[in-house]
């Protein structure tokens, strides 16, 4: 059973250019969370999404970023015009659906690594 | 508000034993979380907690005292491996995770 998958690890763009990064959850999962983590920082949560559906994105900025987990294929986390404060490792973790049985544990890929001259 | 206080770097000594300690104030509770994170990798499970009381396994146990709001990650016998930062995250009564910033360990010979 593979884990959560994401491409590429490693990305860098120039001011202004666009940045995709994709996350496969692991088999069987039906949430998916996008993290972001600067330099010596801990995690800062993005958005949480369901399939076709954006459950919470609070940690959204408001502009640039956008994310889907569409019917088919990976969910994607897109990041327009990008600017250097962009630059950071993106986690995305997924988790099976929500059930008594079902601790809430979050299974992390190894991550996208934005590097933004 | 929602919050996970941490400490935010510990050291200890190769072999030693170190407490990382964790406070939470969330909007209900559904569960306590550590995670190991090693710079530049993804975070990895170490243990969950739901009831009150003590979780050992190997040399890393996970403490809980609900009524508290207050967790403990134990390490024992440390290893230079160990150095890394601990991650300590709470569920909440959405079952949304709450994330403390993180605890650098950094362990020396």
């Known amino acids: 059973n593979a884990g959560v998958m994401q491409n590429p690890r490693h990305l860098v763009r120039r001011r202004g250019q666009e940045a995709r990064l994709r996350c496969s959850p692991m088999?069987?999962?039906?949430?998916v969370y996008w993290y972001r983590q600067l330099p010596e920082e801990g995690l800062k949560f993005m958005v949480y999404?369901?399939?076709?559906?954006?459950?919470?994105e609070s940690g959204m900025p408001k502009e640039r970023f956008s994310a889907e987990f569409p019917k088919e294929g990976p969910s994607i986390l897109r990041i327009q015009q990008v600017v250097r404060g962009d630059s950071a490792a993106y986690f995305c973790?997924?988790?099976?659906?929500?059930?008594?049985?079902?601790?809430?544990?979050?299974?992390f890929g190894e991550g996208s690594r934005l590097t933004v001259l | 508000g929602q919050n996970i206080d941490q400490p935010t770097e510990m050291t200890a000594t190769e072999g030693a034993i170190v407490q990382i300690n964790c406070t939470y104030q969330?909007?209900?509770?559904?569960?306590l979380f550590w995670y190991q994170q090693h710079a530049g990798e993804a975070p990895t499970f170490l243990s969950y907690?739901?009831l009150d009381g003590l979780e050992e396994k190997g040399r890393f146990s996970s403490f809980l005292s609900r009524s508290k709001g207050y967790s403990y990650l134990l390490l024992k016998e440390l290893q230079m491996k160990d150095s890394a930062s601990y991650l300590c995250?709470?569920?909440?009564?959405?079952?949304?995770?709450?994330w403390g910033a993180g605890t650098k360990l950094i362990i020396k010979p």
């Open positions: 973790a997924s988790s099976p659906p929500t059930s008594e049985q079902n601790t809430g544990e979050l299974f």
């Open positions: 088999k069987g999962h039906s949430h």
């Open positions: 999404l369901q399939k076709e559906n954006i459950i919470d």
């Open positions: 969330t909007s209900g509770f559904n569960g």
């Open positions: 907690n739901v």
């Open positions: 995250a709470v569920t909440d009564s959405n079952y949304q995770l709450i």
